[in-house]
């Protein structure tokens, strides 16, 4: 049996997602294989269209595969039932999106103990937890304040809190600076590289921010739904 | 949320209140429904148990004893001989009145004109307490006449006086076939003149003692017609067998109101239909405003719920959050509706709506019965019962065909949703 450290947190063997667009078929992702190890700071890069956004929905168990295996933390995903993906993502896998990415009637403290209290944990555990990680984050003192009362680099900080808090196997994230002026990305950026680096977090982002890109220390291109490159640093 | 218990209340409170214009139109919808439906259901069945309580005065009583063909036939030699039964049937529990009655038909004549008229030979004393045609009010000239006078006495309706050129002491000619099948006719006096709204009595009925009317139907004693009132409706049923068993031991036969004034019923019971189906149209009318309101509220968060979705929230839990805020609204409306409704019927019950001045003063007729022209609510406590159930049930089913909406997109789709 293999060592929860050594298991990869993500492994795709061959896997492909089409969609028919009247008489054509659009490879979104074509065949693609992909190891990430725990604690990864990767990126996925390429340009609008290469297949980014689709391989980590089937990454994250948003989508089905229609060819090939996708392990996540060492459990099969592909073939699992509703039920059993929503369960998989609420333990194992966090999510960034590019924007909107907060339930707007609940404060920046809820939002970010949601999925905690999706997962049932104790309050006094999810209070611990998610105030640790507004110290982390320095959104303290705006942890009664709702989506709308914040600037989306607060916004995705809360994001990246959310993300984070249940100790997921994976957080994904889909163009999270996309929305964010150049300076509150590289803060942001710089956020998640820490929890990286001392938490451990395991990222991998979806971009065409060259910024991004430079932070990463695996950089993955990818080009009509293939990887093309896939270069470690 | 310290406590995770009450999240999908909670979070369904608040979603309500994302789009106050939005949830105070949803109110609006219920609320207003539910008023309109149980104040609209309390003022027709205030209204019918006026015209019933009205209608069994002036006519079969609760109880009516007759011949056993009378009802049918309407022959003046069909009579019932009471014998002891009016002071039996006073005795019984839940008998208010018993108002025995003669009624001959015949036609009335002046120097003037000939009318045909039927007279109606009752105690008058007896009716003038109960009856609503004998309401003070409703005599404009004379007085009630006293029994026993040489010349018959008889009250007669406004129309028929003014077309007879009759007033209070004139004397007019009754002539009509007796029970035996003889012409009898007689010399009457004006006595009273009472002016009711009811062309039938106003025009066409004379109202005398009962035992002036009975001598000259040749049965002296008898009657046509036994109105027994009871203390209200739903004594019908405790005391019919017992009234019937003592009816029938004369040779009679006891009808219920509906029985003995089919016309009265029928008409109450169409209008009843016709309030079903304006509740109905209400009904519809919210389930359409409901679901739109709805749709538009589910499908402006499909990316929402694709990120709820995406952070591990169940179908069903995104189904059940939409189905507490549909049943949050729902509840709201209905309590503020209903609320408003027990407003709405106290105001009518305790004070009603006069509408004589806009029925031109006096009386209104409805289904051949006098009713005042003051429209009261009554308490239907069974009936808003299960129009405020029906509506809110209606308006939580409302959310299904929205949550179907919300539960057929994947998360994949929804999140790219914008």
Redesign the interface.
């Known amino acids: 049996m293999m060592n929860n450290e050594t298991v990869p947190a993500i492994e795709l063997s061959d896997v492909s997602k089409f969609y028919q667009q009247g008489d054509t078929t659009v490879h979104a992702v074509d065949h693609v294989d992909l190891t990430l190890q725990r604690g990864a700071f990767a990126t996925l890069a390429g340009p609008s269209g290469s297949g980014k956004t689709t391989l980590l929905n089937l990454i994250g168990g948003l989508d089905q595969p229609d060819t090939g295996t996708i392990r996540i933390d060492g459990e099969t995903t592909t073939g699992l039932s509703d039920r059993e993906l929503t369960r998989l993502r609420l333990h194992k896998i966090g999510f960034i999106f590019q924007a909107y990415n907060l339930i707007p009637v609940l404060t920046a403290l809820e939002n970010a103990e949601f999925v905690l209290l999706l997962q049932r944990r104790p309050a006094d555990e999810r209070q611990a937890r998610v105030r640790a990680l507004f110290a982390e984050l320095g959104l303290e003192g705006l942890e009664h304040r709702l989506p709308t009362q914040l600037s989306g680099g607060q916004q995705q900080r809360v994001a990246v809190a959310r993300a984070v808090a249940p100790e997921p196997a994976i957080v994904l994230a889909d163009e999270p600076t996309a929305n964010l002026d150049s300076q509150t990305s590289a803060n942001l950026l710089e956020m998640m590289h820490r929890l990286n680096r001392e938490q451990g977090v395991t990222f991998l982002f979806s971009t065409h921010d060259p910024a991004v890109i430079e932070q990463a220390d695996r950089v993955i291109r990818m080009h009509d739904g293939r990887i093309v490159d896939d270069e470690r640093r | 949320?310290?406590?995770?218990r009450w999240?999908w209340l909670r979070?369904a409170w608040?979603?309500l209140w994302?789009q106050k214009r939005r949830t105070a139109i949803q109110l609006a919808v219920v609320a207003g429904s539910v008023l309109i439906a149980l104040w609209y259901n309390n003022l027709a069945r205030g209204m019918y148990a006026a015209m019933i309580r009205d209608g069994v005065r002036s006519g079969s009583g609760h109880i009516g004893i007759y011949h056993p063909n009378y009802l049918s036939d309407r022959l003046v030699r069909q009579t019932v001989a009471p014998d002891g039964l009016i002071d039996e049937l006073r005795k019984l529990d839940h008998v208010v009145a018993v108002m025995p009655r003669v009624m001959l038909p015949g036609v009335a004549r002046s120097s003037y004109e000939l009318l045909p008229v039927a007279i109606v030979g009752a105690d008058l004393d007896t009716e003038q307490a109960i009856n609503p045609i004998l309401d003070a009010k409703r005599l404009v000239a004379g007085r009630l006449p006293s029994p026993g006078k040489r010349t018959v006495q008889a009250v007669v309706g406004a129309r028929f006086a003014e077309r007879l050129h009759l007033r209070v002491g004139s004397k007019f000619v009754f002539n009509a076939q007796n029970a035996d099948g003889e012409l009898i006719a007689t010399a009457m006096r004006v006595a009273g003149i009472v002016r009711t709204g009811l062309q039938e009595i106003d025009e066409g009925t004379l109202l005398v003692w009962r035992q002036d009317a009975a001598k000259l139907l040749g049965r002296p004693g008898h009657a046509h017609e036994i109105a027994v009132l009871l203390d209200r409706p739903n004594s019908i049923a405790e005391l019919l067998p017992e009234v019937q068993a003592r009816a029938a031991a004369r040779g009679a036969k006891a009808f219920r109101w509906e029985e003995a004034m089919p016309g009265l019923a029928s008409g109450i019971r169409m209008d009843y239909a016709f309030l079903q189906a304006i509740v109905f149209v209400i009904f519809v009318l919210v389930a359409i405003g409901t679901v739109n309101i709805l749709v538009m509220a589910v499908l402006e968060r499909i990316?929402?719920f694709g990120?709820?979705?995406?952070?591990?929230?169940?179908?069903r839990q995104i189904g059940w959050l939409v189905l507490n805020e549909a049943v949050l609204v729902s509840l709201l409306g209905v309590a503020i509706g209903a609320l408003l409704g027990f407003a709405a019927t106290w105001y009518t019950w305790k004070y009603g709506i006069d509408l004589s001045e806009m029925m031109g003063g006096g009386s209104v007729e409805m289904e051949g019965v006098l009713v005042e022209p003051i429209m009261r609510a009554t308490w239907d406590w069974a009936g808003m019962a299960r129009l405020t159930g029906v509506l809110l049930l209606l308006s939580i089913a409302a959310a299904l065909y929205p949550l179907r909406l919300v539960l057929r997109v994947?998360?994949?789709d929804a999140?790219?949703h914008?």
């Not at chain 2, 949320?1 to 995770?4: F, H, T, V, W, Y």
């Not at chain 2, 990120?307 to 179908?315: N, T, Y």
């Open positions: 949320m310290r406590d995770g999240i979070l608040r979603n994302r990316r929402e990120i709820l979705r995406a952070l591990g929230m169940e179908r994947g998360p994949a999140v790219r914008y």
